[in-house]
């Protein structure tokens, strides 16, 4: 994929991509088959610096920009979607708080998260409220200088080994009555539930949590009360295109898999990619791979110049992984039977792909976000 970035982007890109290669691709297929954290894997990515790509360097990162994140992170998918989400998931906590904290808040907690110390969750989504963060229950009550938090959260990314959370409550009746809160974790009445089995991202952590008379500071308040669906739209918007930058590393691992494979494998006397049905299914992915690249970048380009990219990292977000099912679909089918097989990298590819049009906003919640955009215009 030929793109227009900077020296600085591109060694960035070759950097990660040298650490993948020889740190993750190895690895990956063990820590899913066994659904293990790689927690090892997770701090390299810290002492690499990839948690503090979006922090300035006054708070410990490098401020490399939105481009060199996604291409950091499209390296990482390639290997593995489950460190990439990992990833993701603790840029979409640390953003926030750079956006929304207060000088304290930042330094106490944009320090540590960008030196790799710890990562961090994002809790919004609830057992009955998910895409409408309007339905959200769990209640932040003010007593004297503190909050007292109780209710569940559900399909928390990173919850078990998560050093702080971002997490949104309701603080009034109104329909926007919500409020963000700073919580470390070990807060008292911050409970972690079961760990979820899941189909695909067996290497990434999702849980439950429970808050039982949870108490939080004031001082932990981020941005002021009521603020809490605003940030946590401006969170989304950047998560967005976090999780198309995941899709395209994936689409292009897809791509990869199946141009191997199909160079290999013979039939009718021949290599099964000098067929044509299998060139075609080749070429689409390659097509989808390409335009879901580009409008990923074109997204993440529009936010290093601090212009509105709410339409654009949805409609990146959409594209690409949309593009990604499709690309996965294509390239089991160029495998056979083999591809149905976990010894084979597709067969986890096909799997942690689904999940990508339903986190960080549906596939309709994305329509619903383009169309209101295009309205505006």
Not at 68 to 88: H, R
Not at 312 to 335: D, P, S
Request: glycine share 10%.
């Amino acid at each position: 994929m030929n793109l227009p970035l900077t020296q600085e982007q591109i060694m960035i890109r070759e950097m990660v991509h040298e650490f993948s290669q020889s740190e993750i691709e190895p690895v990956a297929q063990e820590y899913n088959l066994k659904g293990e954290f790689p927690a090892a894997i997770v701090k390299k990515l810290g002492k690499l610096g990839l948690y503090g790509m979006m922090v300035p360097e006054h708070y410990g990162g490098s401020g490399a920009g939105a481009v060199s994140y996604i291409l950091a992170l499209q390296e990482i998918a390639f290997s593995c979607a489950s460190v990439a989400v990992t990833l993701s998931v603790t840029n979409l906590t640390t953003e926030p708080i750079l956006a929304f904290g207060t000088e304290e808040q930042k330094e106490r907690f944009l320090i540590p998260m960008a030196s790799g110390e710890y990562i961090g969750a994002f809790a919004l989504t609830e057992p009955d409220a998910g895409s409408d963060p309007s339905g959200l229950k769990t209640s932040a009550v003010k007593r004297g200088d503190r909050y007292i938090l109780n209710g569940t959260k559900q399909f928390i990314t990173n919850g078990a080994y998560a050093g702080l959370f971002i997490l949104i409550a309701r603080t009034s009746p109104d329909k926007n009555g919500l409020t963000a809160f700073i919580i470390p974790a070990g807060t008292k009445g911050l409970i972690i539930g079961r760990e979820e089995k899941k189909m695909g991202l067996n290497a990434s952590n999702t849980v439950g949590i429970v808050l039982d008379e949870c108490e939080v500071p004031e001082s932990l308040v981020l941005g002021r009360p009521g603020m809490g669906l605003r940030i946590a739209l401006n969170a989304l918007d950047s998560g967005r295109i976090g999780i198309a930058s995941q899709a395209v590393g994936m689409l292009n691992a897809c791509l990869h898999e199946a141009l191997s494979y199909a160079g290999q494998r013979r039939q009718f006397g021949r290599p099964i990619i000098k067929h044509q049905s299998i060139q075609n299914m080749i070429a689409d992915v390659g097509v989808d791979y390409e335009a879901a690249g580009l409008l990923t970048w074109s997204a993440a380009s529009l936010k290093d110049a601090k212009r509105p990219f709410s339409r654009e990292a949805a409609i990146a977000k959409l594209f690409a992984t949309e593009a990604l099912n499709r690309g996965a679909y294509a390239a089991l089918q160029v495998f056979g039977g083999y591809g149905y097989i976990k010894e084979y990298k597709i067969e986890r590819l096909y799997r942690d792909a689904r999940v990508t049009t339903i986190y960080e906003g549906t596939s309709e919640i994305q329509r619903m976000v383009i169309a209101r955009e295009l309205e505006k215009a």
